[in-house]
């Protein structure tokens, strides 16, 4: 069975990996003309992702890349005494297992896991779809395929292709996300500096093996923006007017974005489809059900979503019409979670009141001066978006081996 995969972001590459792992023949095209370095911010890898990439045998690389950040400094606008907090003692509370990686790391390592087996198409996108499976390209001649899965991230090309543009599929959280790369990467040793105000959040640090630095910057909205999302000087010009006057060390960061080497603006917009399946085509990732960027714990889910997506492909030997109603069924309750938690985590990051303020800075006091256990306890009743994540459970799926007996991921990884 041919399989196409649109996008080598983070869902793409992992879900190449297991589809290959079962024995499917797969491509991945992909829009940019190498692996991309955007300037992507550091994204949290919670226990089932952490899980599926030591199955992978990628997780000593990922640990080997986390950012190490191990304090927290918190500042808010308008005053002049900050909150220090002891990120590891969190980190450890919050989640058994758990790791902190720069987006554009974990791109490149999954991405590595599978380049020798798996066909890459870069620097082409799709141009067309048909139901009997033959693609288009802007480029390359077309090829015919099985199945297309579209893990080409919230502006997916194949969701629009394969089900069309339809508003009411996308919602918009009040909430915009901007991230920049730093020159002046030696800044911060381990370090994550907040400065928090009335409907805005920037927060700086650095990774320990790299020698970059980013600025992450969260601000509120009451409505969606004028500008288009490729427009670059447009959305640098919507950042420095929601973040002037905000302090000098902001000023400082938002100075450097005419000339940062990477830079990223979105919307926080969650895909509500009440099905993101249809014929030949499905979709994985933030294609089909991003919880918001930043704030929902997507890229877990990504890697969640690849792995099921492909499981219930090999479990079903190929027949998508049942595999694709069992990866439904399997991703929809976590989906629906990923969904309530980033709510919760946005009004939580960018208070919306002094009064949202002074709890984000007690709160953070509160659990930095708790012993272990009641730290732990409130840190799981509190945090939605990791009690989520760590609750999950994922399936050891089979693979068909040409004896004909079946053989799970986990025998074969301890064999």
């Known amino acids: 069975m041919r399989i196409l995969v649109s996008g080598a972001g983070i869902a793409g590459p992992v879900l190449a990996y297991w589809l290959n792992w079962y024995g499917f023949s797969v491509t991945v095209v992909e829009r940019a003309v190498t692996l991309r370095k955007t300037g992507g911010h550091a994204v949290d890898l919670f226990r089932p992702a952490v899980d599926i990439s030591e199955r992978m045998g990628v ?100 969701r629009r292709l394969a089900f069309g543009d339809r508003p009411g599929d996308s919602t918009f959280i009040g909430a915009y996300l901007g991230v920049l790369t730093l020159h002046e990467a030696a800044a911060l040793d381990r370090e ?13 640090y650095g990774t320990r093996h790299s020698g970059e630095a980013r600025a992450l910057f969260l601000f509120h909205s009451e409505q969606e ?3 288009h999302y490729r427009d670059a000087p447009r959305q640098k010009e919507l950042l420095r007017n929601a973040f002037q006057d905000m302090h000098p060390d902001v000023d400082h960061w938002l100075a450097e ?32 059900y991003c919880p918001g960027p930043a704030v929902g714990g997507s890229t877990t889910l990504a890697v969640v979503g690849a792995y099921v997506l492909a499981g219930e492909l090999a479990r079903a030997r190929g027949d998508h019409e049942r595999a694709f109603a069992a990866y439904e069924r399997v991703m929809t309750p976590h989906i629906q979670g990923g969904r309530a938690a980033a709510l919760s985590a946005a009004k939580t990051l960018i208070p919306a009141s002094r009064l949202g303020i002074t709890g984000l800075t007690q709160g953070a006091r ?3 001066a708790l012993p272990t256990r009641p730290r732990r306890a409130l840190l799981r009743l509190a945090g939605k978006t990791g009690r989520l994540y760590n609750s999950m459970t994922i399936a050891d799926y089979e693979r068909p081996t040409r004896s004909g007996r079946a053989t799970t991921r986990t025998e074969v990884h301890e064999g």
Not at 192 to 204: A, E, P, Q, Y
Not at 269 to 277: A, V
């Open 192 to 204: 994550l500096l907040i400065h928090v105000g009335v409907g805005r959040t920037v927060g700086m």
């Open 366 to 368: 509160l659990i930095s």
């Open 257 to 288: 974005l005419d000339t940062t080497p990477a830079f990223y603006f979105d919307s926080i917009t969650q895909l509500h489809l009440d099905t993101w399946s249809g014929g030949r085509v499905t979709l994985v990732g933030d294609a089909g």
């Open 225 to 227: 923006l004028d500008y």
């Open 59 to 158: 997780l000593d690389r990922i640990e080997e890349c986390a950012t190490g950040t191990a304090r927290l400094t918190l500042r808010p606008e308008g005053s002049s005494r900050a909150v220090r907090v002891d990120l590891g003692k969190i980190f450890s509370a919050a989640s058994d297992r758990h790791v902190e990686i720069m987006r554009d790391d974990l791109r490149e390592i999954y991405y590595d896991a599978t380049c020798d087996d798996v066909e890459y198409l870069f620097g082409d996108s799709i141009t067309e779809l048909s139901p009997d499976g033959e693609v288009r390209f802007e480029h390359a001649s077309p090829r015919r395929f099985d199945l297309v899965i579209g893990a080409d991230g919230l502006h997916s090309t194949v």
